[in-house]
Every structure is written in structure tokens, then in C-alpha cells.
């Protein structure tokens, strides 16, 4: 029967690989990326200003709208992962995308800040936890496994177009529609999800076979942090979650406060979203490169150089030519940093502890930015300004910038110390004979 099993198996998966139904399913995780990822957090950001002020709400309470969203949508990583092993990946996705799309058109009804933090920070932050997973599932799935890595980086091309685009649709509809009508478009949009999930469903590979889930061991949890490669860039993605979006976060309040219009407000995020899908390219076609040596050493410098792009932001408040300019340079290393998180992963762990590995990141970082987004707010409510804000952000960056040379340093040094205890082995042993 298992013979049987697997001659008929086998001849499926070779008659799907050469057809180009993945290419389906990418574009698919595509829109996924853009539409899960991408368009809610770069869209609450500018409606983040008129909700604030329709109801004189302090930062760090509207902060929570943003924060819990990303931290819920990533944070709940291991949770979905075990929703969709017991329920499976089309019910996940289809519930999903109904779920968000009721939330955020609800949204557009609160009638205080309140009901706006729990429908969108936590029921569209929740609905957003299936498509972000999936999305990465459907791509490991549809692609041979020498090109997996490849087409993930580039998936995430998909969250870049969303990140250019959204600014501009964003302040169309404010100006059109104010902030409720804003919102029940981003509902309609959401819902696409369930298109998107359908076309996806009847287009990915036929499984090999019921699957297993996998037991959890906390021997494999222990393993990961015992890995040095492994603990300095969790530790990086923590201070990264607290500090590293305060741009799409803060940025149009900070420069509307200043003076400037909503409309510049819009064209900052929008440079930032296009360096953010240049970095994102940039990943995928110079990955050769950064893959020679191990990714993680680039971060010294990517890092260091968005620590000067936060801090420019509050000592060149009065030039927008270098607001424009740090706005490229912080969306072009944040779309390195975002598009080589799960390569360095899969570089310093072994396949068997990729998943968890994976999953204990995704839900680490999705926690330190809820944790961050209040954080920022509280910080602005007691200085009375976004300065500070940005500030502490660079310092924070400069922090992973460090830790990322001192791994550089420390494999060097145990290389080497390795190299001379195997030198003195082989003269022992011959002067020994």
C-alpha cells in the first residue's frame, strides 16, 4: 500500500512542477504581503493623526492601535501555527480574511478610541496572523527546495509595494472620504484576502500525505538559544521590534506637528516605501553576496546607518530635502533587515530547528512591538515631542549594530583558538608515535 502510495505521489508532484501553477501561488503570497502586512500598518499610520484628534486621545493610548496590530499579527505566531496544524490552511485563511474585513469596516462605527485600539489592534491584528504565516507555508510548499529561499526574499517584494503605494492611496481617501470612510475601503480591500485564498488553494501542490504534527521538545527551544548566531539576532529582532518602525509609526504626526502638510507627511512614507522594496530587491539579487560570509555580519553596518537615519530626523526637522533623504535610507535598510531575517535563521540553525526557530522569532519581535509601540507613545507624552522618540531609537540600533561586530569577533576568536587546539592535537600525536 505504501508503494502504491508513493508511485501514485510522486508522478503528481513532477506533472505540478512542470506546469506554472507556483508562479500563481507566488503572486498569490504576493498580494498577501501586500494586502496582510503592508497596507495596514502603513495606513494606520497617516489615519493614526485624524483618529488621534477626533478623539484628543493621548499618543501612547492610540499608539496601542498600531502596536498591538503588528505585535498580535506577528506575535501570535506559534499560536496560528498550531490553529492551522488542527484546523487546516484554506479554513484558516478564508476565516481570516472575514474576520479582518468586519473588524476594521466596524472600526469605521467606534465612537471612541477605546473600541478603535480592540477591533483594530487586536481582531485585525488576530485575523492577520494566518495570512503572514501562510504565506511563507504556501511558497515552502510550491517551490523545490533550491529555490525556496529565493522566492521567499522575493515574496516580501509583495509587503515593499505596499509599503510605496498605501501613503498615497491613504491620503486619497482622507481627503475624499475622512477617516471612517478610509477605513471601510481598507475593509473592502482586506476582504480580497478570500479571493486571494481560493485562487491559491486550488493552485498549490498535492500533499505527499497526511502530515504529523510535530510534538514540541523542549530540548529543540534550548538548542536554539544555545546557538550563538541564533541568540545575537533574536536579541537584535527584540530591541529592532521596540524601536525599529517608529518611522511608518510616528513620522506623519511628528512632521504634521511641525508644520509641514499631511501631503509631505505622505511623501516621506512613500520614499521610505520605495528604498523599502529597493532593499527588498537588493536582498534577493545580491544575496550571493551577502550569503559568502555569514548575512548577520552585514547588519553591523546596515544597523548603523539606520541609527543615523532616526537621528536625523529630529536634528534636520526644518529641511525637507534631508527628511526626504533619511527616508530612503531608513525604508532601503529596513527592507534588507526585514528580507534577510529568515535566510540568517536557516543559516545558523540546522533544518530540523529552522520551524521553531522561525516561530520563537516571529512571536519574540511581534511582542516587543506591542511592547514598543506603547513604549514610543509613553516616551512622547512625557517629553512633550517626537525628538526624544527618534533619538532613543537610534541609540537602541547602534546597540544591534554592536552586538552584530561583537559576533563577528567572537566566531573569529573561536575559530581560531579551534585551529590551534587542532595544531597542537596533531604534534602531540605525532611526536607521541
Known amino acids: 500500500m505504501t508503494t502504491k502510495k508513493r508511485e501514485n505521489s510522486e508522478p503528481l508532484r513532477e506533472r505540478y512542477d512542470k506546469t506554472n501553477r507556483r508562479y500563481i501561488v507566488f503572486v498569490g503570497c504576493l498580494l498577501i504581503q501586500f494586502?496582510?502586512?503592508?497596507?495596514?500598518?502603513?495606513?494606520?499610520?497617516?489615519?493614526?493623526?485624524?483618529?488621534?484628534?477626533?478623539?484628543?486621545?493621548?499618543?501612547?493610548?492610540?499608539?496601542?492601535?498600531?502596536?498591538?496590530?503588528r505585535g498580535i499579527a506577528f506575535g501570535g505566531g506559534v499560536i496560528g501555527e498550531m490553529v492551522i496544524r488542527r484546523v487546516g490552511e484554506f479554513p484558516c485563511i478564508i476565516a481570516a480574511s472575514l474576520v479582518g474585513s468586519i473588524s476594521i469596516l466596524a472600526s469605521a462605527f467606534a465612537q471612541s478610541m477605546t473600541a478603535i485600539v480592540l477591533l483594530i489592534g487586536v481582531g485585525t491584528g488576530c485575523a492577520c496572523v494566518f495570512p503572514t504565516l501562510l504565506s511563507y507555508v504556501y511558497i515552502s510548499r510550491s517551490f523545490p527546495r533550491k529555490y525556496v529561499s529565493k522566492f521567499l526574499i522575493m515574496m516580501t517584494v509583495g509587503a515593499g509595494l505596499g509599503l510605496l503605494t498605501t501613503p498615497y492611496m491613504t491620503e486619497f481617501f482622507l481627503r475624499q472620504f475622512g477617516w471612517r470612510g478610509t477605513f471601510m475601503m481598507a475593509s473592502g480591500l482586506f476582504f480580497h484576502l478570500f479571493l486571494v485564498g481560493i485562487v491559491v488553494q486550488f493552485n498549490l501542490p498535492p500533499l505527499d500525505g497526511p502530515r504529523k504534527a510535530k510534538e514540541f521538545k523542549w530540548t529543540d527551544q534550548i538548542a536554539i538559544f544555545k546557538n550563538r548566531t541564533y541568540s545575537i539576532y533574536l536579541f537584535d529582532m527584540l530591541?529592532?521590534?521596540?524601536?525599529?518602525?517608529?518611522?511608518p509609526w510616528f513620522l506623519p504626526d511628528f512632521v504634521v506637528s511641525n508644520n509641514y502638510t499631511k501631503q509631505d507627511a505622505a511623501l516621506l512614507l512613500t520614499i521610505s516605501g520605495v528604498s523599502n522594496l529597493v532593499g527588498r530587491i537588493l536582498a534577493g539579487t545580491l544575496d550571493p553576496f551577502f550569503s559568502r560570509t555569514k548575512i548577520i555580519y552585514h547588519w553591523g553596518y546596515i544597523f548603523a546607518i539606520t541609527a543615523v537615519s532616526f537621528a536625523v530626523f529630529p536634528f534636520f526637522m526644518g529641511n525637507f530635502s534631508v527628511l526626504c533623504g533619511a527616508s530612503l535610507v531608513y525604508g532601503t535598510c529596513f527592507g534588507l533587515i526585514v528580507s534577510q531575517s529568515v535566510p540568517i535563521v536557516v543559516q545558523a540553525l540546522p533544518l530540523t530547528l529552522t520551524s521553531i526557530g522561525m516561530a520563537t522569532e516571529f512571536t519574540a519581535y511581534g511582542l516587543c512591538t506591542v511592547l514598543g509601540g506603547y513604549v514610543c507613545g509613553l516616551i512622547r507624552d512625557v517629553t512633550g515631542g517626537y525628538d526624544a522618540?527618534?533619538?532613543?531609537?537610534?541609540?537602541?540600533?547602534?546597540?544591534?549594530s554592536f552586538m552584530c561586530v561583537l559576533l563577528l569577533f567572537l566566531d573569529k576568536t573561536c575559530k581560531r583558538k579551534t585551529l590551534n587546539n587542532v595544531h597542537i592535537n596533531t604534534i602531540s600525536i605525532i611526536s607521541h608515535l
Open 35 to 69: 494586502v496582510a502586512i503592508a497596507m495596514p500598518s502603513s495606513m494606520l499610520g497617516i489615519v493614526y493623526v485624524d483618529v488621534t484628534r477626533e478623539f484628543d486621545a493621548e499618543a501612547s493610548e492610540a499608539a496601542l492601535m498600531l502596536s498591538l496590530f
Open 239 to 247: 530591541l529592532f521590534g521596540i524601536f525599529g518602525y517608529v518611522v
Open 389 to 400: 522618540v527618534f533619538y532613543m531609537s537610534s541609540g537602541t540600533v547602534i546597540v544591534c
